[in-house]
């Protein structure tokens, strides 16, 4: 998601708990809301992830919150799902974090209360977005195939490298200048 685009959220509220006044208030810091209120509707929509955030009322849909959550969880890990519930308790706001919920929110639901879950569950999905870019890029940068050499002293020494990389032992790796100490090193290590 780029700073330019709308973070989308997606508000599972059939109570109206969030008023028209933090609706307009979201629209104005950047992010495009979808209001629902029919369960059915819901679960088709979660499972396509095509929102950042999600909002549901705890107590939406007949108490069906919950089955929402693992569903989103199951289809789409990466979206924020933040549950909201106007008097909420500890045992419920933990319940519904150990199923997977990014956060939980207790009434009353005022942009100052909402805003800054919103900004920390961004936040965290632009962190994870770029730990995974990264990964990735020190997987191509490190990976044994960056080794060259096609002849049997080679094979020989990367079948070697490839089980010690699994060890936790001590390597101490000789030769000349130039050789390519350094950079099998740093495949043992990255592996």
Known sequence: MTEAAKAKILILDNRKLL???????????????????????????I??????????????????GL????R??????????IMLEKDGTVDSCMN?????A???VSGPFTAEIILPTLHRSLERKRLREENVRFREELAAKYDFSQII?????????LEKIKRIAHTKSTVLITG????GKEVIARAIHYN
């Open 19 to 45: 008023s028209d006044e933090l609706l307009q208030s979201l629209d104005e810091h950047a992010y495009e809301c979808t209001v629902l209120r029919d369960f059915e509707q819901a679960l088709q929509i």
């Open 47 to 64: 499972e396509q992830a095509l929102f950042d955030i999600i909002l549901c009322d705890v107590d939406c849909f007949s108490e069906r």
């Open 67 to 70: 089955e929402l959550l693992r």
């Open 72 to 81: 989103c969880k199951a289809s789409c890990p990466e979206v924020a799902f």
């Open 96 to 100: 519904y974090i150990r199923e997977g």
């Open 102 to 104: 990014y956060d939980y």
């Open 149 to 157: 050499g096609q002849s049997p002293a080679i094979r020989s020494i």
């Open 176 to 179: 000349e200048s130039g050789t």
